[in-house]
């Protein structure tokens, strides 16, 4: 088999799982993570937010980096919630990162692991009076916390971390590109392909969005297809395992333009 080479651009740790699965398969993982995690720029305002958590009739967690980076905080203040605090997730990753941290997840998407997926869900779809915190990232997007304000709920954010641009010393990732040792990259959200765009604009941007681009939805792929991207494949899911069935799907593909 020839080994294929694939840049990851999900951050750790899920970006160093993805490279270890691939790497078991007997390809090679180029790990440029494009999104850098940080703590909240207001650490007193989240401590407010989650001592007010047992309010709450809903707790959404947006992502795994929404547990991991909120969870500690959260069990100094409640080791155990009310009765009508529920737990959802935006995915099957993200429930078992609660799940892991020892907390009991009512509902996530069973397939469309997304803000549109977890809106589909019928407990979400009338929420007058219900009082729900989703805990995410900043930036983040405001669709989730429009619309479930739309469906009667009052909704509370709460910032548990700061997404960054890297700060990455590219030299080894451009001659690679140079040597024609990138063969397709993946990525798991549209901030990771925008920023892999501003990492790469002075440099080596032309050679990358010529490469096939592996996403984890439809809303990726239309902003990669603005970003200048040609080939792109969609997953069924955001799980390693649906990324790594596209790989194989395309193996031949991908070989041939080698």
């Known amino acids: 088999m020839i080994p294929l080479y694939l840049l990851v651009t999900r951050p750790p740790p899920a970006g160093k799982v993805l490279c270890d699965l691939?790497?078991?398969?007997?390809?090679?993982?180029?790990?440029?993570p494009t999104i850098a995690f940080?703590?909240?720029a207001d650490e007193h305002r989240l401590q407010r937010a989650i001592a007010r958590l047992g309010e709450q009739d809903w707790l959404i967690f947006i992502s795994p980096q929404a547990v991991y980076a909120s969870i500690p905080a959260i069990r100094s203040n409640w080791p155990d919630f009310p009765p009508q605090v529920k737990l959802a997730a935006v995915g099957k990753g993200t429930a078992a990162a609660l799940k892991a941290?020892?907390?009991?997840?009512t509902?996530?998407?069973s397939t469309q692991w997304s803000s549109e997926g977890l809106l589909a869900?019928?407990?979400f779809q009338s929420l007058h009076n219900q009082k729900i915190a989703i805990i995410r990232g900043d930036p983040g997007r405001e669709q989730l916390e429009r619309e479930l304000t739309a469906r009667g709920a009052q909704?509370?954010?709460v910032i548990a971390y700061q997404r960054q641009l890297p700060v990455v010393n590219l030299t080894p990732y451009l001659a690679m590109l140079?040597?024609?040792?990138?063969?397709?990259?993946?990525?798991?959200?549209?901030?990771g392909v925008q920023n892999l765009k501003k990492m790469f604009h002075e440099q080596g941007w032309d050679q990358l969005k010529q490469l096939p681009l592996i996403v984890i939805s439809e809303r990726i792929k239309w902003l990669a297809h603005e970003l200048g991207f040609q080939t792109i494949w969609i997953t069924s899911n955001a799980s390693h395992e649906a990324i790594l069935a596209v790989i194989e799907q395309k193996r031949n593909e991908l070989c041939q333009i080698k």
């Open 101 to 105: 941290a020892g907390y009991l997840v």
């Open 107 to 109: 509902v996530y998407p």
């Open 178 to 191: 140079a040597q024609k040792k990138i063969d397709a990259i993946i990525a798991a959200s549209g901030e």
């Open 22 to 32: 691939i790497e078991a398969r007997g390809d090679v993982a180029i790990h440029l």
């Open 121 to 123: 869900l019928p407990t």
């Open 155 to 157: 909704v509370t954010p």
């Open 38 to 40: 940080a703590p909240p």
